[in-house]
């Protein structure tokens, strides 16, 4: 007790920059230890093993990502009315059931364990709510949040290689290896829940060039829908392309790398997402520089479109043979990232400044996330159950060039609309949120 009362005093005197710094490494920890819950299964390819003439790997990655997709759908709701008192309990009660599903996932045998994926993938997807809801509104967030962003390039990596190395080195098998992974990081991600608790709300300056924050009841979240349908419609399309490509690549990196002749070498995930982290944390921290919220806003319209046309070229290169298979994953992945991060917390962050909405980002997040996954589970069937004939990276490739002809057009569109809708704003509240 006295530890934590020490330490929220020293919080409260802060700078801003300490703050900001101990926000981004603390909800940074929390959400890469989540990782180890989630990801480290798809290094594993469970020797080949098929079900109704379908790779076991694609139903367990199915019924994860089912789970994942329900809770985003659920979280619409329970995230966007999750009270701040109520945050760190909940981060560790379902990370903790998460990984009671993975214990119950190696002690049951095939084909009935699939069903703990899905009821791992449940818990864990939450989980992104409540963390960015700690960082969400205060005149930092940009910074703080592409920290925790990198999250999904890095710590993905690098769990999948601790999962490899495990799977190489110790011998440890492919039903049991997810628990144990996630063993390793359970402590701390107690440990970095409980110093997250102890960030400081924002303050009155935060609230004033941001907006203030808040629980959002049912009747705030139909007349935010109706208001801007139209738009949510378009980042609903492009999101849901964006987040199957990404997730695609995620969850069958290791079968892409094998057929490329990398699949003995557990730490080319790590190689590969390291320079990904830093090129996109560098890039989308610099937003922090742009003080007035709508030309954030609008900047982040082109980063998207950038993401794309990136992953787009690298694609083109690697199809020509001007770039090897390491290379052209690093550029896909910084593209890829550069698209994907931005709908995660700067976007909407900005968003809600800019129009002055009553409510928080995590509503925002969970709509796009919600049909995001949904279409992530698409390109698995479509992959796999259809029947598509072509291999893992050749299929990568295909989708990429659609996709990313499609997200850029898209998020043009986006752009378009949401400037028109700024006119509706009026004069006072842009020069209080500019």
């Not at 290896?177 to 402590?187: K, W």
């Not at 982290?277 to 709508?294: A, C, D, G, P, R």
């Amino acid at each position: 007790m006295y530890c934590s009362g020490l330490l929220k005093n020293k919080l409260k005197k802060a700078p801003v920059w300490v703050l900001s710094v101990y926000a981004a490494l603390c909800s940074f920890g929390v959400y890469c230890c989540m990782y180890a819950f989630r990801k480290p299964f798809t290094a594993a390819s469970f020797n080949g093993l098929t079900y109704w003439h379908t790779s076991y790997k694609v139903w367990l990655v199915t019924a994860q990502v089912l789970g994942y997709m329900f809770s985003k759908f659920y979280g619409i709701r329970f995230i966007s009315a999750m009270q701040a008192d109520k945050r760190a309990v909940s981060i560790v009660l379902l990370i903790t059931a998460a990984w009671i599903f993975l214990l119950l996932f190696a002690l049951v045998p095939a084909p009935y364990n699939i069903i703990f994926l899905f009821l791992n993938g449940f818990p864990l997807g939450m989980v992104w709510g409540l963390v960015f809801g700690y960082l969400e509104g205060r005149r930092t967030t940009e910074v703080m949040g592409a920290v925790l962003c990198v999250n999904f390039i890095l710590s993905s990596g690098v769990v999948k290689s601790v999962g490899k190395f495990l799977l190489v080195n110790h011998y440890v098998s492919d039903w049991w290896m997810p628990f144990v992974t996630g063993a390793l990081f359970y402590i701390p991600m107690l440990l970095f829940t409980w110093l997250l608790n102890h960030l400081p709300p924002p303050s009155e300056e935060d609230k004033r060039l941001r907006s203030p924050r808040q629980p959002m009841t049912a009747g705030e979240r139909t007349a935010f829908t109706r208001r801007f349908l139209p738009g949510l419609i378009l980042i609903v399309i492009t999101y849901v392309l964006l987040t199957a490509l990404r997730d695609f690549r995620d969850n069958f990196a290791n079968e892409i790398f094998t057929e490329m002749g990398y699949g003995g070498q557990p730490a080319v995930f790590t190689a590969t997402e390291l320079p990904v982290s830093v090129i996109v944390l560098v890039s989308l921290s610099l937003m922090i520089l742009i003080k007035n919220n709508f030309k954030a806003f609008m900047v982040n319209h082109f980063i998207i479109m950038v993401g794309f046309a990136l992953a787009l070229l690298a694609t083109w290169l690697f199809g020509a043979h001007l770039i090897g298979p390491v290379m052209w994953m690093i550029i896909v992945g910084t593209g890829l990232y550069l698209s994907y991060i931005p709908f995660n917390c700067l976007y909407f962050e900005r968003m809600i400044a800019s129009y002055r909405i009553a409510g928080n980002a995590g509503f925002l997040i969970y709509i796009a996330d919600s049909f995001g996954y949904l279409g992530s589970v698409t390109v698995l069937f479509i992959r796999e159950f259809l029947g598509v004939e072509l291999s893992w990276t050749h299929f990568f490739m295909y989708a990429v060039s659609i996709i990313g002809v499609i997200g850029a057009g898209g998020t043009f569109l986006m752009y378009l609309y949401f400037k028109k809708q700024y006119s509706s704003v009026d004069s006072k509240a842009k020069a209080v949120y500019a």
